[in-house]
């Protein structure tokens, strides 16, 4: 019995099931297991306009993150926040400063009921079309978050690396980051230290406790060059893409105007995501629910024997 389906667009038909079943370029069966590839039509389309240049790649390096000059258009930025006032809605129980897992239907580790069209949004293909500059051709989505910093009590997002909690080894991220309102220097920006990807170094962090912020491990400060950190003023359409090992972070929003992030992780297919590690970092950090991510292959193979069963809970 093949009980983990393909989890298909809600516009695949019957035959385009059919279809993919037997290509087995896109889809691979071992003992009847099917990996989980989503959207299938968008898989590995590639859009021109929106590849980096070599000095923008340059830049990436050197920085750490890059706001590419393509932009998503305003009707589909206007589509993602009434997504996003739907998900409030339907999930108004819990508290908009953090989201995780928007696109989980069932509810992910926070029970968040989401929508299969937070896949859609992530998986843009001129989105794509720049990580696979960033991060290979072979791409696995294995997280999603909304930071929703709600107007003027929107928790701050202290000083930190992300891959200082992630299960994948060797640990490879790539954060795209698409704010759904305009940033500006006043509302929480995210802000990045320049250069403090280039060691490859997880740095300490400790515990600070309080309910004022969205995360708690916070990067110790001796590693912070807090003089040359730059904000990220971009406006709704725009986007950045951070590398994992950058030391970032978000000041709180007291201003009147919301300042709403959509978080997409990404991992090149060449590195593995451990679940069994994520059960026990789970432990500390429960939330997060690192123990039963579901992985979505977006584009090229998987390379590491990823396992595509877990978390797909319909
Ligand atoms: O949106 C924010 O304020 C924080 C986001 C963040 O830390 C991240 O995407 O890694």
Redesign the pocket.
């Known amino acids: 019995m093949i009980s983990n389906v393909v989890r298909a667009e809600k516009t695949c038909n019957f035959l385009a099931f059919i279809i993919i079943l037997f290509n087995t370029s896109v889809v691979k069966t071992t003992h009847l297991r099917i990996l989980v590839v989503y959207p299938i039509s968008k898989k590995d389309e590639e859009v021109s306009e929106a590849f980096l240049s070599a000095a923008e790649l340059n830049n990436y390096e050197e920085k750490g993150w890059i706001v590419p000059k393509w932009e998503f258009p305003q009707e589909l930025i206007s589509e993602m926040r009434e997504e996003y006032k739907t998900l409030l809605e339907r999930n108004s129980n819990l508290s908009p400063d953090i989201m995780m897992a928007p696109h989980q239907t069932q509810g992910g580790s926070m029970g968040v009921i989401g929508s299969d069209k937070w896949l859609d949004f992530a998986t843009h293909p001129a989105a794509m079309t720049i990580a696979r500059q960033l991060i290979g051709p072979d791409i696995i989505l294995w997280g999603t978050?909304i930071?929703g910093?709600p107007p003027q009590n929107g928790k701050e997002?202290p000083w930190?690396q992300?891959g200082f909690y992630y299960p994948i080894k060797p640990l490879d991220v790539l954060?795209l980051?698409i704010p759904l309102d305009d940033v500006t220097p006043e509302n929480?920006p995210?802000k990045f230290i320049p250069g403090s990807h280039k060691t490859r170094k997880i740095f300490s962090h400790s515990w600070w406790e309080g309910k004022d912020k969205?995360i708690n491990m916070v990067c110790d400060s001796e590693h912070l060059d807090l003089v040359n950190a730059e904000p990220l003023i971009i406006r709704a359409g725009q986007m950045s893409f951070h590398d994992v090992y950058m030391i970032?972070?978000?000041q709180a929003n007291l201003t009147h105007r919301r300042r709403a992030?959509f978080?997409v992780r990404l991992m090149p297919a060449s590195s593995f995501y451990d679940h069994k590690l994520g059960l026990e970092i789970g432990r500390k950090h429960p939330l997060q629910g690192y123990g039963e991510r579901p992985l979505y292959l977006v584009s090229g193979d998987d390379k590491a024997g990823n396992n595509f069963e877990i978390g797909h809970l319909n």
């Open positions: 978050t930071f910093k997002t930190h992300d954060t980051w929480g995210m969205t970032h972070g978000s992030a978080v």
